[in-house]
């Protein structure tokens, strides 16, 4: 396993961390399943262990709480919170009343004294930097949160992020937690280059792009995977843009074929390689599906490979752009670019 800094904290962080959504009823994964992994992925050296307040209504972190337990001192933890935590409209959001109450909830389901990363899941359009940094900072004056950082901000928010922080005194978000895969390259167009700018750690989600990149799904076989159970309209291949990652995941087997390559090494090794990506977020249901990730770890792409991957996604490219979670909501709702 490689190690990074994560960002400018001087906090040395695993290059494959141990995503825990699927922990619990999203993953159908059990308590016994979740210790195992947390286990295995431990004594292969991954020190970072990524969930959320909103995974399975709160279950993963309770899972990973109880998994963790006896060695907390060695595990660099994250969760987050701002997505909705039932019915209540102030159940969600990154208002001051809400995180206050989202963390304390958290540090109880984990059965911590605090979290080492405490990441805003969304930008929240209505609720200001200022409330939701000068929060933050209480927090991290507190002692329950060591850092705080955001997860799929746009950039434009990310830039502003950091001069409320600057401005008013605050501290400010020191990691960005992106979604980023070979299938869905937009955030090099803008995101990237605002994280380096900034000096912002780097964690991408979702590196295998919902299991497109796992070597599951290629063309003439039937999509059965645990996402495309409950998220079908992403893999329907009736669907133009579903289509277009097909045919490029068929693209890249060869690309990998070539390599003496599985497809998630090709994958987790293209993502990892990026100079502004700190880490790769890895999300397994099972010990096998831990396995055959964990073989990436110290995978390093060759100039040539990276070079073909390019031939087949473009870099800045989004194969479904539809899907990202930055968009500016006046692009997706015409009521809001008209008077």
């Not at 050296?45 to 309770?62: P, R, V």
């Not at 090099?188 to 299991?211: F, I, K, M, N, R």
Request: aromatic share 6%; net charge negative.
């Amino acid at each position: 396993m490689q190690y990074r800094s994560l960002g400018r904290t001087g906090v040395q962080v695993s290059t494959l961390v141990l995503g825990a959504m699927n922990f619990g009823s999203i993953g159908r994964t059990s308590q016994d399943e979740a210790t195992a992994i947390v286990d295995a992925a431990l004594d292969a050296g991954i020190n970072l262990i990524d969930t959320a307040d909103i995974y399975s209504g709160g279950e993963s972190e309770e899972m990973v709480g109880r998994a963790i337990a006896g060695r907390r001192d060695d595990i660099v933890l994250a969760t987050k919170a701002n997505s909705p935590m039932g019915d209540d409209p102030n159940h969600r959001g990154s208002s001051r009343r809400w995180l206050v109450t989202a963390l304390d909830n958290s540090l109880r389901r984990l059965n911590v004294d605090h979290v080492d990363l405490y990441q805003i899941h969304r930008w929240d359009p209505s609720t200001s930097d200022e409330e939701t940094l000068s929060a933050l900072t209480d927090l991290q004056r507190a002692g329950k949160i060591r850092y705080f950082g955001s997860s799929t901000f746009p950039a434009y928010r990310l830039v502003q992020a950091q001069w409320a922080a600057r401005d008013n005194h605050l501290g400010r978000y020191v990691t960005e937690q992106p979604s980023y895969s070979i299938l869905q390259r937009g955030i090099e167009t803008h995101v990237l280059p605002v994280t380096e700018q900034y000096g912002l750690g780097v964690l991408a989600w979702s590196p295998l792009a919902s299991g497109w990149l796992s070597g599951a799904i290629r063309q003439g076989q039937e999509i059965a995977t645990n996402r495309s159970a409950f998220m079908p309209q992403r893999f329907d291949t009736t669907i133009p843009a579903n289509r277009a990652r097909l045919d490029a995941v068929e693209r890249l087997a060869t690309v990998a074929d070539e390599a003496g390559l599985t497809m998630i090494q090709l994958a987790l090794g293209f993502v990892t390689a990026h100079p502004a990506v700190t880490s790769a977020i890895i999300g397994p249901r099972t010990l096998d599906h831990l396995h055959s990730q964990l073989a990436a770890a110290d995978t390093v792409l060759t100039a040539d490979v990276l070079d073909a991957i390019v031939a087949i996604v473009a870099p800045g490219t989004d194969l479904a752009a539809d899907e990202k979670f930055d968009t500016p909501p006046a692009l997706l709702d015409p009521s809001l670019r008209r008077r």
